[in-house]
């Protein structure tokens, strides 16, 4: 397989000196009990933690993995996109962005989403091939079906000058969600499918 760049982006979220969670209150949701500390489920530490698995997993299929986010600290939309295509652009080999994330509503809310750019139609079809392989594994798990693949004007979209997807993994703040993205095989099994869809794009 001809080498792709993979420039992963990790949304939200940091930790400070102390260990504490900083970001918006939007990005973590209370629960009664477990996750990462007191019930707190902070949509940062699961993105890093998928983004990792991810990493690990692509690099042993050969991929050159570049992360654009900090390992702690909540790196700006604009720094992460601006470093992706100066180093694509002096890589000058084919590249893919990958954000991840994950989704919140109101605590109701379930199902797992992919987001391409409106114009960009590679874009739209590694979404499309990505869409494919993880819908089965979500169904698999007993994970609502939703429209799985959306379009949007997200900074990660927009600014990126290779083809990018920005991914909802799930919803942080509906604990059936939560549980599953603290699976350890529900979170190697996804990223699997993911890369499966990658590879298919690029075939």
Sequence with gaps: MKQTVLF????HG???EQGNYTTAPSKQHKF??????SGWFYEGVSNRRLAAEFMAQ???MG???IPVYHPSKDTSLSIRTSTANHMANALDVDSIYISFHSNAFDGSARGWCIFHHPNSISGERIANNIATQV???CSDYGVPGRN???ESGFHVLTYTSMPAVLIENLFFDNEQDAELLQDPTFC????NRILRGIENYLK
């Design 188 to 191: 190697v099994n996804l990223c």
């Design 32 to 37: 009664s009990q477990g996750f990462h500390e």
């Design 63 to 65: 991929f050159l993995c």
């Design 135 to 137: 819908v089965r594994l």
């Design 14 to 16: 940091g930790i400070d």
């Design 8 to 11: 992963i982006d990790a949304g």
């Design 148 to 150: 799985p693949v959306l």
């Design 58 to 60: 692509a690099s042993r």
